[in-house]
């Protein structure tokens, strides 16, 4: 993308569905009948991480961007499970209502853990699955992700992200959030950071922005812990769509030496480690994953 043409957010609009209320932002495709994609943020994140990717994608696809439950502008789910499998029947519900048949499926982090329990469980509506720095089990605890097994201590947790929320304004988390998933937070527009606090200082007002962020959180950690036959890694050897995987080298938060073990448990899938890339590769180098994925993933 050029460091002079910044393409704007995508307008944003509700969908009102039986369990739930969607935020969603809708990049239509260059022509009618592309087949439709669907993208999933990260913890903390909303649909607004995805605007440059879906823009590179568009001669591709139909693309459609959520906010999960709890994130973003869409109030929790009704049922109130912020589990990664409950985050999925979000998605569900979403492409179900779209019904444009199977998509290709586009998850970051924490929407990486739930993209993979969508594919694994409803493989009938996974066209591809593309995972971009994906939150799933592993040994290798970075320096950047070490506190969250903190944060996520019932009761402690709780102080933390309100001490946070009182004493740090919205501008400065901001930056915080960049800094800590950008390898080169000079990358970052400046409308694009204006975007996101925006956003950010729109959802503080919500009484549940921070026990949607905890609630979410721990349900994440819980599948690292899970030793059941719907672990994680064990869901991936039930997908069988292609599977393309992502990683940043000088992301701080998931070790990119992680990818050792995608190809042992995916049965179609393609793993790319992107050099100079953090957390947040189709953010910061969206013209990269778009690539990858044309190679990998189009059909």
Same mark, same amino acid.
């Given at each position: 993308?050029?460091?002079?043409? #910044?393409? /704007?957010?995508?307008?944003?609009e509700? !969908? @009102?569905?039986?369990?739930?209320?969607? %935020? #969603?932002?809708?990049? /239509?495709?260059?022509?009618?009948?592309?087949?439709?994609?669907?993208?999933?943020?990260?913890?903390?994140?909303?649909? *607004?991480?995805?605007?440059?990717? @879906?823009?590179?994608? +568009?001669?591709? #696809?139909?693309?459609?961007?959520?906010d *999960?439950?709890?994130?973003?502008?869409s109030?929790? $789910?009704?049922?109130g499970?912020? %589990?990664?499998?409950?985050?999925?029947?979000?998605?569900?519900?979403? !492409?179900?209502?779209?019904?444009?048949?199977?998509?290709? *499926?586009?998850g970051? &982090?924490?929407?990486g853990?739930?993209?993979?329990?969508l594919?694994?469980?409803?493989?009938? *509506?996974?066209?591809?699955?593309?995972?971009? &720095?994906?939150?799933?089990?592993?040994?290798?605890?970075?320096?950047?992700?070490?506190?969250?097994?903190?944060?996520?201590?019932p009761?402690?947790?709780e102080? @933390?992200?309100?001490?946070?929320?009182?004493?740090?304004?919205v501008?400065t988390?901001? +930056?915080?959030?960049?800094d #800590?998933?950008?390898?080169?937070?000079?990358?970052?527009?400046?409308?694009?950071?204006?975007?996101?606090?925006? @956003?950010?200082?729109?959802h503080?007002?919500? $009484?549940? =922005?921070?026990?949607?962020?905890?609630r979410?959180?721990?349900?994440?950690?819980?599948?690292?812990?899970d030793?059941?036959?719907?672990?994680?890694w064990?869901? =991936?050897?039930?997908?069988?769509?292609?599977?393309?995987?992502v990683?940043?080298?000088?992301?701080?938060?998931?070790?990119?030496?992680?990818?050792?073990?995608?190809?042992?448990?995916?049965?179609?899938?393609?793993v790319?480690?992107?050099?100079?890339?953090?957390?947040?590769a +189709?953010?910061?180098?969206?013209e990269?994953?778009?690539?990858?994925?044309?190679?990998?993933?189009?059909?």
């Amino acid at each position: 993308m050029s460091e002079t043409t #910044v393409v /704007p957010a995508w307008p944003r609009e509700e !969908i @009102m569905l039986a369990r739930r209320t969607l %935020t #969603v932002r809708h990049a /239509p495709g260059a022509e009618p009948g592309l087949p439709t994609a669907v993208y999933l943020h990260g913890l903390g994140g909303s649909s *607004l991480n995805w605007t440059d990717l @879906m823009h590179d994608l +568009q001669p591709h #696809v139909d693309g459609w961007a959520v906010d *999960l439950g709890g994130f973003g502008y869409s109030p929790p $789910p009704r049922d109130g499970d912020l %589990t990664p499998a409950g985050h999925a029947r979000s998605a569900v519900d979403l !492409i179900e209502s779209l019904g444009t048949g199977p998509v290709h *499926l586009f998850g970051n &982090s924490m929407g990486g853990a739930v993209a993979l329990q969508l594919a694994a469980r409803r493989p009938d *509506l996974v066209r591809t699955l593309t995972l971009i &720095s994906p939150a799933l089990p592993s040994l290798m605890i970075t320096k950047s992700s070490a506190h969250l097994p903190v944060i996520a201590v019932p009761g402690v947790g709780e102080r @933390m992200v309100a001490k946070f929320m009182e004493n740090i304004d919205v501008a400065t988390r901001a +930056q915080g959030s960049v800094d #800590v998933t950008f390898a080169d937070s000079s990358r970052v527009a400046p409308e694009r950071f204006e975007e996101a606090t925006r @956003m950010l200082a729109d959802h503080d007002r919500h $009484p549940y =922005a921070a026990d949607a962020f905890l609630r979410s959180l721990r349900g994440l950690l819980r599948t690292y812990a899970d030793v059941g036959p719907n672990r994680p890694w064990k869901l =991936a050897e039930r997908v069988t769509c292609p599977t393309l995987v992502v990683y940043g080298r000088k992301d701080p938060l998931v070790d990119s030496r992680t990818a050792h073990r995608v190809t042992k448990h995916f049965r179609d899938a393609h793993v790319v480690v992107l050099p100079d890339s953090g957390h947040v590769a +189709q953010m910061e180098h969206p013209e990269f994953v778009a690539a990858a994925w044309e190679r990998f993933c189009l059909d």
